[in-house]
């Protein structure tokens, strides 16, 4: 699957990342995170996309471990 990411803010929304029905393959995430927070979001997003079947807490669950062991394999985020 072929994920594109794109930023914009989703304050109105009250969301820090989101899917849109139909484009499956497009992530908006917000940049105004930390970069940690913008690591779990595009994660999350990401888990959406590809286990649909996932209920929002085996999403969250999984998107907390997996940002928390790249995380500590030194992923940071470079700003542009």
């Given at each position: 699957m072929n994920i594109k990411?794109?930023?914009t803010k989703l304050g109105r929304e009250?969301?820090?990342g989101k899917?849109?029905?139909g484009n499956g393959s497009i992530i908006y995430v917000d940049p105004?995170?930390?970069s940690k927070e913008?690591?779990?979001t595009i994660i999350h997003e990401s888990l959406?996309?590809?286990c649909p079947d996932w209920t929002e807490e085996k999403v969250v669950s999984v998107a907390k471990s997996l940002t928390d062991v790249v995380w500590?394999?030194?992923y940071r985020r470079l700003y542009k």
């Open positions: 990411i794109e930023e009250k969301a820090v899917v849109i029905p105004r995170q930390k913008y690591l779990d959406h996309l590809t500590r394999a030194m």
